[in-house]
């Protein structure tokens, strides 16, 4: 098992920036890739970027590419997504997921809160 914690969070205007973390505890040996998702209200949770913790081979979706960076410190098991040049639409509760074995995510933080104010 792979427990999560999001932090970071928080309220910002637009064009600022934030820098979410997402710390991993338990058997992070064998995290294979982490993601970052966001869902709005009323929305249905979308994809934002991932790592691989093995190489940090990044992918991020189209909506944050050029704002947005995912990297990773292995010695302290966690994961950042820094957002810069934020924008209201990415106003969203933000969660980090932990894929185990290569293919769905199998462990979810609880999330933090991002609004960004126009």
């Known amino acids: 098992q792979v427990q999560l914690v999001e932090s970071g969070g928080g309220l910002v205007q637009t064009g600022g920036s934030l820098r979410l973390s997402c710390a991993a505890s338990?058997?992070?040996?064998?995290?294979?890739?982490t993601g970052w998702f966001r869902q709005a209200p009323g929305k249905e949770r979308q994809f934002v970027a991932r790592?691989?913790?093995?190489?940090?081979?990044?992918y991020y979706a189209d909506s944050v590419k050029g704002r947005f960076t995912i990297s990773r410190d292995n010695a302290k098991n966690t994961v950042y997504l820094q957002m810069n040049s934020l924008k209201p639409e990415d106003t969203a509760v933000y969660s980090c997921a932990a894929d185990l074995n290569g293919g769905q995510y199998d462990s979810w933080g609880q999330g933090t809160q991002v609004t960004v104010s126009s």
């Open positions: 790592i691989t913790w093995n190489g940090g081979s990044t």
């Open positions: 338990g058997r992070t040996f064998s995290i294979y890739r």
